[in-house]
């Protein structure tokens, strides 16, 4: 997700960070390249102003630290502001309110939106990670098909669902859905209310007398996250008429432009509490705005990437590779440690966009003809094939070397020579922000 303005925001902040000193006409320039990321990435003109002007007022008249360059200094500043952007007030949104049982959760939006799998993927959730009781309850009485669905991903996930009753209206089965869950004893009920194409009276009237019957602790909108500033519109409606608690942005995994998310906290001041990555019932997850932040900004998202990594390996490997990264620490066996990791993680794709630095290196990898799953194993095989001391310093890779080294693991040099770059780069980076505190402060959660 986000792809489009986190490459363009990185290409704004490579500039700068390779500047020694900043004069306030850099950080005017960089600024409008920032104002031009924003609005493609559908922003609204207002919030993208704001937002440069905040940061403006931040960076200029702030001493230069020592420690850092001025170009990541501003890096720092834009990033903070992002976070605060994405969030607000409370940092990390994906808590609900369940207590007092039974819960009633209200789930409100368009039709088409995603709000009857975000349901079901949010029941899951309650169930699986807080060993919730849940039942869910169809509303929309105007589509028999989706009550048939909400029944149908009620079993897959092994969810308990109101049993349908013809000709019954919304307030009804909400009534009869929270006197159900009284009975039956469940912690929490969710009720899936009807969408329409476009937000009208009809369907606002029909969510409000739900509202005032199922007194909801949380109420849910389920917009489009593709759908940019109109899903902005959409949460400022329906927060006018009905009252909502939080957002679920729904497709994030699709080509995402991050202006919606962006957007939605400074426009609605309600948070963004999940976003949706995909159509398996897996697929939702807690918004968390310094991850969405580093993300946009193509600072590479370290905390998922060690959470994903911790899924595969052992945690102490990780926290070992992440302590020589802090310390600018990289060599061709850690290197190796990584590529043999990213293997077992499954593939490049979803790697590619959490590694900082990485972005950049898929464009270089596309363009000498793209990218195939064996590349891991190659790239192994040519570091299987150097000599231990090679390992720790590649910088002793010359010439015969090289040659040595390509001829023992069977390929070209032409590709130890695009390992070696990809290495380089890799090392750079991690020096970078581990100088620059990025990389400790996106590790702060975890060690
Ligand atoms: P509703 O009309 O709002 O209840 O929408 P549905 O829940 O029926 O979803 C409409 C379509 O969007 C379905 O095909 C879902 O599988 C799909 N969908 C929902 N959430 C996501 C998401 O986060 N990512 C993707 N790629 N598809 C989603």
């Known amino acids: 997700m986000f792809e489009n303005l986190s490459d363009r925001l990185s290409g704004v902040f490579d500039k700068l960070t390779k500047q020694g000193a900043l004069s306030e006409e850099d950080v005017s320039l960089a600024l409008r390249e920032v104002r031009v990321a924003l609005?493609?990435?559908?922003?609204?003109?207002?919030?993208?102003?704001?937002?440069?002007?905040?940061?403006?007022?931040?960076?200029?008249?702030?001493?230069?630290?020592?420690?850092?360059?001025?170009?990541?200094?501003?890096?720092?500043?834009?990033?903070?502001?992002?976070?605060?952007?994405?969030?607000?007030?409370?940092?990390?949104?994906?808590?609900?309110?369940?207590?007092?049982p039974p819960a009633p959760i209200l789930m409100v939006g368009l039709q088409?939106?995603?709000?009857?799998?975000?349901?079901?993927?949010?029941?899951?959730?309650?169930?699986?990670?807080?060993?919730?009781?849940?039942?869910?309850?169809?509303?929309?009485?105007?589509?028999?098909?989706?009550?048939?669905?909400?029944?149908?991903?009620?079993?897959?996930?092994?969810?308990?669902t109101l049993p349908i009753v013809k000709g019954e209206n919304a307030v009804k089965i909400a009534k009869r859905a929270k006197q159900q869950a009284l009975l039956g004893g469940y912690d929490v009920f969710m009720l899936d209310t009807a969408g329409r194409l476009s937000i009208d009276d009809e369907l606002m009237a029909e969510v409000e007398a739900v509202r005032d019957v199922a007194s909801p602790r949380?109420?849910?909108?389920?917009?489009?996250?593709?759908?940019?500033?109109?899903?902005?519109?959409?949460a400022e409606n329906f927060d006018a008429r009905i009252g909502i608690s939080g957002v679920v942005l729904t497709r994030m995994d699709g080509d995402g432009r991050g202006g919606a998310a962006l957007?939605?906290?400074?426009?609605?001041?309600?948070?963004?509490?999940?976003?949706?990555?995909?159509?398996?019932?897996?697929?939702?997850?807690?918004?968390?705005?310094?991850?969405?932040?580093?993300?946009?900004?193509?600072?590479?998202?370290?905390?998922?990437?060690?959470?994903?990594?911790?899924?595969?390996?052992?945690?102490?490997?990780?926290?070992k590779m992440m302590k020589r990264m802090k310390k600018g620490m990289f060599n061709m066996n850690d290197l190796k440690a990584q590529l043999e990791q990213m293997s077992k993680m499954g593939g490049m794709e979803g790697i590619m966009g959490m590694m900082p630095g990485?972005?950049?290196?898929?464009?270089?990898?596309?363009?000498?003809?793209?990218?195939?799953?064996?590349?891991?194993?190659?790239?192994?095989?040519?570091?299987?094939?150097?000599t231990k001391k090679e390992r720790a310093n590649p910088k002793l890779m010359q010439a015969s070397r090289k040659k040595r080294v390509a001829r023992g693991a069977g390929l070209e040099v032409s590709e130890l020579n695009q390992l070696l770059k990809m290495h380089r780069q890799m090392a750079d980076m991690m020096k970078k922000m581990g100088k620059g505190g990025m990389l400790k402060q996106a590790m702060g959660a975890m060690f």
């Open 39 to 100: 609005l493609e990435a559908d922003v609204s003109l207002p919030i993208a102003r704001d937002f440069v002007k905040a940061i403006q007022a931040k960076a200029t008249g702030q001493a230069v630290t020592k420690s850092v360059t001025p170009g990541q200094q501003v890096v720092k500043i834009v990033h903070d502001e992002m976070v605060h952007f994405l969030a607000g007030d409370n940092a990390n949104a994906g808590e609900l309110k369940v207590d007092n």
């Open 112 to 160: 088409g939106s995603g709000k009857t799998t975000t349901t079901a993927k949010l029941a899951k959730r309650l169930t699986e990670k807080n060993g919730k009781k849940v039942l869910m309850a169809s509303l929309d009485t105007q589509r028999p098909a989706a009550m048939e669905q909400l029944a149908v991903l009620g079993t897959q996930i092994g969810v308990d």
């Open 218 to 234: 949380e109420t849910l909108l389920v917009v489009d996250g593709l759908t940019g500033q109109d899903a902005v519109h959409t």
């Open 263 to 319: 957007s939605m906290r400074a426009v609605t001041g309600r948070p963004i509490k999940y976003v949706g990555l995909g159509e398996k019932m897996d697929a939702l997850e807690e918004f968390h705005p310094e991850r969405v932040a580093g993300r946009i900004l193509g600072m590479g998202d370290i905390v998922s990437l060690v959470e994903k990594a911790q899924e595969s390996i052992e945690v102490e490997q990780a926290e």
């Open 358 to 386: 990485m972005k950049k290196m898929q464009k270089q990898i596309d363009d000498a003809g793209g990218i195939d799953e064996k590349v891991f194993a190659r790239q192994i095989a040519l570091i299987n094939s150097m």
